[in-house]
């Protein structure tokens, strides 16, 4: 039987939260709400944070610049999308 390699994941991978220059994100298919009741629940004042996404890179987006990376990679497609949608961990998964 021929070895077949994973085929690594590409585009956003993570649901995540930036507050005070850190990053918070829970692997996929959590959403948004599920990494701020984490922070949450470990005592992380979430009043200013800032939704967005990891990438396969591991570099925090906001939800506009996930949109472009999602299209890029072919998560999305064009038409669920005009240049200002954001995305949501909805479109995703």
């Known amino acids: 039987m021929p070895h077949i390699e994973p085929k690594p994941e590409r585009g956003i991978v993570a649901a995540a939260c930036q507050i005070g220059g850190l990053t918070f994100s829970m692997p ?52 669920q999308f005009d240049d200002t949608s954001e995305l949501f961990s909805e479109h995703i998964w």
């Open 28 to 79: 996929a298919p959590a959403r948004h709400h599920d990494v701020l009741w984490s922070m949450q629940a470990a005592g992380i004042e979430k009043a200013s944070e800032v939704q967005g996404f990891l990438d396969h890179r591991g570099v925090f987006v906001g939800r506009q610049a996930a949109t472009i990376v999602a299209l890029n990679w072919g998560q999305i497609t064009k038409e």
